[in-house]
């Protein structure tokens, strides 16, 4: 079983920063790539950021520039550095860890409100 635990979300008014934290634990097994994706109310769940374990990212256009996303492998730690937030940033924010396998987890999403 693999357990994801978000932390980092909360209220921020438009152009703060916020920075999310990911952190995987349990039967971890060749990690491929962990990534954010949010979703705002009535709308899908998006990706926001994905990053392999090489480093290699992918960004939403809306996004880019904007966010960054980083790991520490060591601690199977996924992170998002959020800056210059805008309204439609604002959503539940879900970790995902894929593996090389083919598995998905999910965590259990932080609220990220930006708003004056």
């Known amino acids: 079983q693999v357990q994801l635990v978000e932390s980092g979300g909360g209220l921020v008014q438009p152009g703060g920063s916020l920075r999310l934290s990911c952190a995987a634990s349990?039967?971890?097994?060749?990690?491929?790539?962990m990534g954010w994706y949010r979703q705002a109310p009535g709308k899908e769940r998006e990706l926001v950021a994905s990053?392999?374990?090489?480093?290699?990212?992918n960004y939403a256009d809306s996004v880019k520039d904007r966010f960054t996303i980083s790991r520490d492998n060591a601690k199977n730690t996924v992170y998002l550095q959020m800056n210059s937030l805008k309204p439609d940033d604002t959503g539940v924010y879900y970790c995902?860890?894929?593996?090389?396998?083919?598995?998905?987890?999910w965590g259990q999403g932080t609220q990220v409100t930006v708003s004056s």
């Open positions: 990053i392999t374990t090489y480093g290699s990212t």
């Open positions: 995902k860890l894929s593996t090389t396998s083919r598995l998905n987890y």
């Open positions: 349990g039967n971890i097994f060749s990690i491929n790539v």
